[in-house]
């Protein structure tokens, strides 16, 4: 996408390797890209983020012994297991108003879900502040942040009938319609019915759209190959997702499923996308929705996560596909011009601090916020962070790309101090390197910024 044009100084090409992120095809895995360097910064490391409430990758899982999949869910608990925090003076008075007032969240949540007419404006200020674990109430909360779900629940049931329909025609017809394709084009011979062969095989006639060779687009063999490459990336990236969860890494049958469904996703939405088809990391973007909506307490619900997550993963790109496609870098809407929005966002807000890694250090947006715009922030803080952050971003009333921007340059003004006194290579690899930060207070930052740079009053003490 970007690669090949920007230019580095000869000291960003020491500190950084040979891509802009994780999500450019084509580039080399990152262990071979690390291989002979002495200042590498893994693209796909995760941070385990220290969180007000005092959670690791926290998030407790229902079990139900008499379910048969209690050894998924058994192990998705494992996955996020609450740490406890350490005891200290008053904490436990710290506690208790906590718990209240989760208590009072999940209520206030429940309630306005209940209602016959959603109150979407309601709904974005209560998920904005985080949407409680378990119970399905994110599911159905980032459903209809997203629009998946109308506000009249009157209408769920169809809309959800319609969709999943929908989505089953769709993979049946190309997904499953390619593999037949393939296989009728291999059959170049006429075989008797009894099954005997009395002389040489006569061949069928071979068009040149079904030739092997054919480089042509219409081609089946073309398709074919195309669409083999693809699933090969594919499974190549779904094996990274997140290994250190058992949810979408390792050989137990659930995770084989999950990432069959996720692969099953990105190949679709590649094929009915043929101008960007996959892009490395897409399926970063999608995990943290199938995991939401496979994880939903309604089994109903559960069954169907592939077909809502393919509606909402192309919903949440819709404001940001254009990222990913190359010949719109350099227009209005293409990642350069997103990224330059983040500079005269940081520049409006904090100008010491611009300055300083514009021309001072000239470490430039591009070198560690690209990853952060269009991966959507999954690759820099843990799991439990990430689905934290989303609350934020899908409830924004300005849309994903304007609170996405804020929390950016918030992430910038958390580590002033720190950037201000390091020269290019820290904060090179303090940008790339994300590290542990109190994830509200992160946010607050980010809600107390302006969406018009011109209109910045803020001044912070870091």
Not at 232 to 245: A, C, G, K, S, Y
Not at 328 to 335: C, E, P, R, T, Y
């Amino acid at each position: 996408m970007l690669k090949g044009k920007l230019k580095l100084p000869d000291r960003a090409k020491r500190a950084f390797p040979d891509r802009l992120g994780s999500l450019v095809a084509g580039f080399e895995d990152k262990e071979e890209e690390n291989r002979g360097s002495d200042l590498v910064f893994e693209s796909g490391e995760e941070l385990e983020t220290i969180q007000p409430n005092g959670y690791g990758s926290g998030g407790e899982c229902e079990n139900d012994e008499d379910d048969e999949d209690y050894d998924e869910k058994v192990d998705r608990e494992s996955d996020l297991r609450v740490r406890p925090k350490p005891e200290r003076e008053g904490s436990g008075s710290v506690s208790v108003l906590a718990a209240i007032a989760a208590d009072d969240k999940r209520s206030d949540l429940e309630y306005e879900l209940s209602q016959p007419e959603i109150n979407l404006e309601k709904l974005q200020r209560i998920a904005s502040s985080g949407l409680p674990d378990g119970g399905g109430l994110r599911a159905t909360a980032w459903k209809l942040l997203l629009g998946y779900l109308p506000p009249s629940r009157d209408l769920w049931e169809k809309e959800l009938i319609e969709n999943r329909l929908k989505y089953a025609k769709l993979k049946e017809e190309l997904l499953s319609q390619l593999t037949r394709k393939k296989v009728g084009a291999l059959s170049y011979c006429d075989h008797p019915a009894d099954g005997v062969v009395a002389g040489p095989l006569k061949r069928h006639e071979i068009s040149e759209e079904d030739h092997p060779l054919s480089l042509g687009k219409a081609s089946v063999w073309h398709q074919y190959f195309q669409h083999t490459e693809i699933a090969e990336q594919i499974d190549r990236d779904l094996q990274r997702t997140h290994p250190d969860l058992k949810f979408f890494s390792g050989d137990s049958s659930f995770s084989r499923k999950h990432r069959e469904s996720m692969r099953s996703i990105l190949l679709l939405f590649a094929k009915l996308n043929p101008v960007i088809r996959y892009v490395q990391g897409m399926n970063e973007v999608l995990a943290p929705i199938y995991y939401v909506f496979s994880t939903d307490t309604n089994e109903q619900n559960a069954a169907n996560a592939e077909a809502d997550s393919f509606s909402c993963f192309v919903r949440l790109l819709s404001d940001s596909v254009d990222h990913f496609c190359e010949q719109l870098d350099n227009s209005a809407v293409g990642i350069l011009s997103t990224l330059s929005r983040l500079s005269e966002l940081l520049k409006a807000n904090d100008e010491e601090l611009w300055r300083h890694l514009e021309f001072t250090t000239k470490v430039k947006p591009q070198y560690y916020a690209f990853r952060w715009i269009t991966l959507l922030l999954t690759q820099e803080f843990n799991f439990q962070c990430i689905m934290r952050i989303w609350d934020s971003l899908l409830s924004s009333p300005y849309g994903v790309q304007d609170m996405l921007l804020k929390i950016c340059c918030a992430m910038l003004l958390c580590l002033k101090s720190r950037l201000l006194s390091g020269d290019f290579v820290a904060n090179l690899k303090l940008l790339q390197n994300y590290p542990d930060i109190n994830i509200e207070h992160l946010l607050q930052v980010a809600r107390d910024l302006s969406s018009d740079p011109s209109t910045y009053r803020l001044s912070l003490t870091l």
